[in-house]
């Protein structure tokens, strides 16, 4: 049996699917993550947004059999004119990390690249799993991209593209 499986998109709207094998069920969440200021009120309200997540995250049970598919923090030179670059998303993959460590869960980093470029919307479409693409959906759909690219060729499971043919 394979493993229940969490696709994380984390950043500023952290999205995220989580796949039950046994039940052939996807769940799809986001939160929105509050951004740093100057005074620090913020950071403040980010950090317990990340214990937050931290305590949510033991709800997706169980947990030995739960393998987290948690796409990188790239930083992209061609972003260095920028005034200011969202690190959020490095926040939330720390926050992951330390999770899966406490509870020896198997992690795996991914690009953003991987499942963005290959389960594109058209093809999301035909395997009768597209979601839409407003602000309510994306980032969990991203996180279900990133699920997906690890099923189909991590774990060699190819009834995935069997759908698009």
């Known amino acids: 049996m394979t493993d229940n499986i969490l696709g994380i998109d984390p950043g500023g709207t952290t999205g995220t699917t989580y796949w039950v094998p046994s039940e052939q069920k996807y769940y799809y969440q986001q939160w929105e993550t509050p ?34 598919v948690l796409e990188r923090f790239d930083f992209r030179h061609e972003e260095t004119a920028r005034d200011k670059i ?9 926050c992951v990390k330390l999770f899966c460590a406490n509870y020896a869960v198997h992690l795996v980093m991914q690009n953003a690249n991987l499942g963005k470029e290959f389960w594109v919307d058209d093809k999301l479409r035909r395997i009768g799993m597209y979601r839409g693409t407003g602000k309510e959906v994306k980032h969990s ?25």
Do not use: C
Request: aromatic share 14%.
């Open 86 to 94: 969202d690190y959020s998303a490095r926040e939330v993959i720390g």
């Open 35 to 68: 951004q740093e200021d100057e005074t620090g009120t913020k950071l403040r309200q980010f950090y317990n947004w990340l214990e937050r997540l931290y305590g949510r995250l033991p709800l997706y049970e169980p947990i030995p059999d739960m393998t987290i």
């Open 141 to 165: 759909t991203d996180g279900l991209r990133h699920l997906l690219y690890y099923r189909t060729f991590t774990l060699n499971d190819k009834s995935l593209l069997m759908r698009l043919k």
